[in-house]
Structures are given as C-alpha cells and as structure tokens.
C-alpha cells in the first residue's frame, strides 16, 4: 500500500506561509522543510512487525479501514509489580438475577437520548482538538453530577500527553480482600473524520457516542439504585482510540504496572444502529478471551431482550485490545454482525437519527449484568 506522505496540518502550514507575503514565506518555508515529521510506531496485526509511520500514513490507514495500534509509548508490555501467579475467574453461567433486575429496570432511554444529543453537537471529539478537550470537560461533569452524593463512588480524570483526558468513574468494593481486583466496563469518547481528522466535522453518534452513552446508562442505574459490589467496578471512557488506541494502553499499562487484578473488561463500541438483518447483540469472537466470551453469551441470554450474533472484527478493533494485550480478559460487543454494522461511521453522516436507543438499552442491560455478576467472589 502506499501511504500519503503531506498531512492536511502541513498543507494548513504551507497556506499560512502563503499568505504571510514573500520574505515572511521564504523564512518559513525553510524552517518547515527542514522539520522532519513525527514518527510513530504502528502494529496491525499480532505477527506482523511493527513500522515507523507519520501522521500522514496513520490516516492513510484509517481511510482505508486498516485497524492499527500505536504502541509507540508502549512497545513492550509491562511488568506487573505482583508477578504473574494470580489468575483471574471467570464464572460459566449468570447467577445473581434477582440482583440485576432492579437495575435494569431502572434503565431509560430519555437520558442516553440528552447526553447523546449534545456529545455530538461538538464540531468533533478528535482527541487533539479543542473540541475533544471540551467534549470531554462535559462529560465528566455528567458523570460527576450522577456521582454527586455518593461516598463509595469516585470519578477521575487519568491525564495524556494531549488535552482530551480519559475517564474513570469507580465504585468501591466492600470486601477489603478483594480490593486489588477489579471489573472494567469500557466505551471511547473521541471521534474522528476520516477525511479531515483535526478539524473536519465528526458528530460520532454512533462511533462512540452510542457505547459512551450506554455505559453512563447503566452507571447511572447502579448508581441511583445502591449498587454496592464486592469488589471494586470501574466504568471508562478512553480518549484517542481513534488514533490507535491510546486512552486504553494508557489505563491499562499504568494498571498493569501498578500491579492491579483486571478480573474481566468488557466494550461496548457502536451500539445503536439495526443491521440490515434486524436487532441482535453482536458479541467478536476474535482477539478476545474466549472463557469470558462464553458468559458473555449467557449475559446475553439472560438479561438482553434480543439474542447474539457471533461475529468477528480483526486486529485492533477497539479498546479491547489494551487489555488483551497486556494480559487481561477482555470482550467487546458491537451494533450486529460487523459486516452489518454502521458504514456511515468516520465522516459528518453519523448521525443520531439513524440510531435506535431501545436497540443502546440493550447493552446497558449487558453492560449492567456484566457489572453486577462479576463484582462477586466465585469459586
């Protein structure tokens, strides 16, 4: 494949040299030519070598639907403070309904449908953009307002070298033995047009403002509703997913490296638009934990009102993949089978009217049993 080598922030470079007049131009035009473009490490697949590429080429792959990491700041995975002795377990079957249904029948459409409509009125969530800084500025502040009152439950931001932070809303578990293991449910904030990724219009209805507004959903039943696991459950929203996953090799290394126990991490990455081949619950069978997958399917069963497709997604797909890579039980579930799912993804149509929130509150009914049914200590 080959790659563009002039990024849209170097025509915007060469413009303004343009318009500065002769001698101004000459003087700046020197100094651009003689800056060589950043270079970033980038992997799209588990047994292919890594490549230094430019700005300019990673988007050269988002266009043309290459998923990729950029493992630039993490080449290699961590070391765990705690060794490698502990390993996590993953129940077969749900088995705390009684518990869950509360919850779940707490669970409106009419916030997702507030928080939805003005996350896609920022002109884009592209995470380097005063819009991504902003967007995510409102977010936490939703999140916070659900938290407010609530001493067991902490929201936080967790700093990038960037402006647009990710997010981490934690409840606290009540048993004290369990309190270095924990249970992650995940969406990304940030969006992007594929075609001007800086500035070019990007509502991101549905990549990712549907997962993002799915698990504040299901934060906020568990919330309003006294959800008070066993052990700790965090809800994240990653920035700069769109760029390589950045947000979550972030989280997930420094917890790694902090010597936390991931028990499980599930994703919720497009979840409102209907396939042509109706309403189903995509769960990715690739890249992925298959024990965790396997109850996954039996969440599914017991707490969704729509069954499972299984479907598969590639390298990279989303934040999942942070996890996975770093040695976590990871799934991710998506809008329907991938060759289904949203094309309008990437550019100015994705749009929240060509989603369904009944077909959200689907996965926030997951999303919530996950939460619920893994916070518990199984043998």
């Known amino acids: 494949m080959k790659f563009l080598s002039l990024s849209l922030l170097s025509i915007s470079a060469l413009s303004a040299c343009v318009s500065a007049g002769p001698l101004a131009a000459m003087d700046q035009l020197r100094l651009f030519s003689s800056q060589e473009p950043e270079l970033r490490l980038i992997q799209y697949g588990e047994d292919t070598p890594p490549r230094w590429m430019t700005e300019a080429d990673k988007e050269a792959l988002l266009r043309a639907g290459v998923k990729y990491m950029d493992i630039t700041e993490y080449p290699h995975p961590p070391v765990s403070s705690l ?10 079957n749900a088995r705390y309904q009684d518990e ?3 919850f779940i029948g707490n669970l ?3 916030t997702m449908k507030e928080v939805l409509t003005e996350f896609t009125s920022f002109r884009t969530r592209y995470y380097k953009s005063s819009y991504g800084a902003k967007s995510c500025r409102w977010l936490i502040q939703q999140i916070r307002d659900v938290a407010d009152g609530f001493d067991h439950v902490s929201v936080e931001e967790f700093e990038h070298s ?4 990710s997010i981490i809303a934690r409840f606290e578990g009540s048993n004290k033995d ?14 992007v047009n594929m075609w001007m990724p800086s500035f070019g219009r990007s509502p991101g209805a549905d990549d990712d403002g549907s997962g993002t507004v799915t698990i504040f959903e299901a934060f906020r039943s568990l919330v309003h509703n006294g959800f008070n696991p066993e052990r700790p459950v965090e809800f994240h929203w990653y920035s700069g997913e769109e760029a390589g996953l950045l947000g979550s090799q972030a989280v997930s290394n420094a917890y790694k490296e902090d010597g936390k126990r991931v028990v499980a991490m599930l994703q919720n990455d497009m979840t409102g638009y209907v396939g042509a081949n109706g309403e189903v619950i995509g769960i990715v069978t690739d890249h992925v934990d298959e024990k965790l997958t396997d109850f996954l399917k039996n969440l599914v069963d017991n707490y969704a009102g729509i069954p499972y497709v299984l479907t598969k997604c590639g390298y990279a797909c989303s934040d999942h993949a942070s996890w996975r890579k770093v040695g976590f039980p990871s799934a991710f579930t998506i809008e329907s089978a991938f060759d289904d799912s949203n094309h309008y993804i990437h550019t100015t149509g994705d749009t929240i009217d060509k ?3 009944d077909h959200m509150k689907e996965f926030s009914k997951v999303a919530v049993g996950f939460a619920v049914e893994l916070s518990h200590k199984r043998d």
Request: hydrophobic residues 45%; aromatic residues 14%.
């Open 83 to 92: 060794g490698s002795e502990w390993k996590p377990f993953i129940p077969a």
């Open 100 to 102: 869950v249904a509360p």
């Open 162 to 165: 960037w402006d647009q932070f």
């Open 355 to 357: 989603l369904s929130f």
């Open 178 to 191: 369990l309190e270095n293991e924990l249970v992650i449910v995940g969406a990304h904030q940030d969006s």
């Open 108 to 110: 409106t459409t009419d």
